[in-house]
């Protein structure tokens, strides 16, 4: 399934962040994966994923910028598909 930012998503629980100045490095322990996310707005949807129903609604906690709003959504997309995230 694509990712629909109106759906409730989390960090998959074998993912470990850990916080850089540029961001962070995320580590898959299923898949084996290094990430390196580099930016500190995209740290922070993620941290707030389990607080909100929807992804949409986590970024716009944290921006309500159109531009940074698409770009922390194309990320999300990204990091569904590369398993850092995954629907509740």
């Not at 759906?7 to 990430?35: I, M, S, T």
């Not at 941290?47 to 949409?56: G, I, K, Q, T």
């Not at 910028?65 to 590369?82: I, K, M, N, Q, V």
Request: net charge positive; glycine share 6%.
């Amino acid at each position: 399934m694509p990712f629909d930012p109106d759906r409730p998503y989390r960090v998959d629980p074998k993912v470990a962040l850990r916080p850089e100045p540029f961001g962070a490095l995320a580590y898959h322990y299923g898949n084996r994966r290094l990430l390196f996310l580099r930016s500190t707005a995209l740290v922070s949807v993620l941290e707030r994923l389990d607080d909100h129903v929807s992804a949409a609604e986590a970024v716009a906690s944290v921006t309500t910028a159109a531009r940074s709003t698409s770009a922390l959504l194309a990320a999300l997309g990204h990091l569904e598909s590369s398993g850092v995230i995954g629907a509740r």
